[in-house]
């Protein structure tokens, strides 16, 4: 695989003159305004002419340019052009999942974050290994199904969005429903209360909650709305509707703004103090924002199902800060928060410990 190598496509940059670039979808509305918040040139990667008409709706988040592709594989071509415009990628969930992971990690520009650790999220086991060597706990994992004794949840590999994933509280209900083609993971389904914690990770700042290296920051909380369990109650129970083979889906539409009882603030900050410790133990560190998406039981632990590492969508209730970032700077939305490292790590000549 190309190695890319920072430091080098750094020296071609002018780092007073920066764009900030993203595929526009996903959370770029909110990284084009924090941006442009703090002064950054911004351009938009889209594909076809209605994906770019929907920014003339919202004027203060519109990039300042637009890259229009056929395909998003194609940004792959047209490195050189943004080089001059001394791009800087902002990958979100989406950027990656167009792009395809093998392009991402070869994409020959400055990206924000590490790219290192999208083979560790992106494997079930690697991410287990992550979590649960920072102490995290997380759902059960049955490798049997003849011993599925309680509900569990069944998520195939690769599903985007909870796609496909059911809910098993049998062996018999398991087989019935199990798509043998593809592979999957069967995890105790935890019951609780889901938050999804959005942190920002500074390898750079030193004012904050101190880490070893760096601080850390809590932006934002949400919890995704999710098609059709979160209203299926509307026609009738679960247990009902599954008798006559309506079965709930989880597939994400949106997202809700939520805040936490406070006292459960220092366990949300040892967790991600110890994802991050630890990532900087394995691969050089998670930098920049990321999520733990958790089940809080009704002992009040935390259970963490997953980790996205990087700006999730779940942040975009939050474009005039959150109950949360509020108390570290009024108007701070995770797109700004991005943009701000940037700024920071380019006047200080930092750039290469936030980029990669
Ligand atoms: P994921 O793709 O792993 O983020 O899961 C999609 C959705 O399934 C989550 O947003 C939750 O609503 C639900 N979910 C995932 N894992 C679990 C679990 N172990 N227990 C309960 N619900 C879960």
Same mark, same amino acid.
């Given at each position: 695989? !190309? ?7 750094? +020296? ?17 509305? +909110? ?23 929907? %920014?003339?709706?919202? #004027? ?21 052009? =943004? ?6 990628? *902002? ?7 167009? =792009? ?9 520009? #400055? ?7 999208? $083979? ?55 087989? @019935? ?8 993971? *069967? +995890? ?14 500074? #390898?750079? +700042?030193?004012?904050? %909650? ?9 932006? $934002?909380?949400?919890? @995704? ?12 129970? *679960? ?21 936490? @009882? ?12 110890? !994802? ?12 920049? $924002? ?19 590492? @990087? ?9 005039? $800060? ?15 928060? *991005? ?18």
């Amino acid at each position: 695989m !190309v190695q890319i190598n920072i430091q080098e496509l750094l +020296q071609l940059y002018d780092t007073k003159k920066l764009t900030i670039a993203t595929v526009c979808s996903h959370s770029s509305l +909110q990284i084009f305004h924090g941006a442009k918040k703090e002064g950054f040139n911004t351009l938009g990667i889209a594909v076809g002419e209605n994906r770019k008409k929907i %920014y003339d709706a919202f #004027p203060l988040a519109k990039p300042d340019e637009f890259l229009m592709v056929e395909n998003y594989k194609d940004i792959l071509t047209h490195t050189e052009e =943004l080089k001059e415009k001394n791009v800087i990628v *902002i990958p979100h969930g989406s950027f990656v999942e167009y =792009l395809g992971a093998d392009s991402f990690m070869t994409l020959d520009l #400055p990206t924000f974050g590490n790219r290192k650790v999208l $083979s560790w999220e992106s494997d079930r086991n690697m991410e287990r290994k992550w979590l649960e060597g920072a102490g995290l706990t997380m759902p059960k994992e049955i490798k049997d199904p003849h011993y599925i004794e309680n509900p569990v949840i069944v998520k195939y590999h690769g599903a985007k969005g909870g796609r496909g994933f059911f809910i098993a509280k049998s062996y018999e209900e398991f087989k @019935r429903r199990i798509d043998k083609d593809k592979t999957h993971t *069967i +995890q105790e389904f935890v019951m609780g209360t889901r938050y999804y914690l959005h942190y920002f990770y500074s #390898p750079i +700042q030193k004012d904050g %909650y101190k880490l070893d290296t760096g601080t850390l920051q809590l932006l $934002s909380m949400d919890r @995704r709305d999710e098609t059709t369990i979160d209203e299926v109650q509307r026609l009738g129970s *679960i247990a009902e509707l599954e008798e006559v083979g309506i079965h709930p889906t989880f597939v994400v539409t949106g997202n809700i703004p939520i805040v936490m @009882r406070e006292s459960l603030l220092p366990k949300v900050f040892s967790m991600g103090e110890r !994802v991050v410790e630890e990532s900087l133990k394995l691969f050089g560190g998670i930098i920049g $924002s990321f999520c733990l998406e958790t089940v809080v039981t009704e002992q009040l632990e935390f259970k963490v199902f997953e980790i996205s590492a @990087r700006i999730v969508a779940g942040t975009n209730p939050y474009i005039s $800060s959150s109950p949360y970032a509020d108390f570290i700077e009024l108007g701070l939305s995770t797109g700004r928060r *991005i943009a701000q490292e940037i700024k920071y790590a380019a006047t200080h000549d930092f750039l290469n410990k936030i980029l990669s």
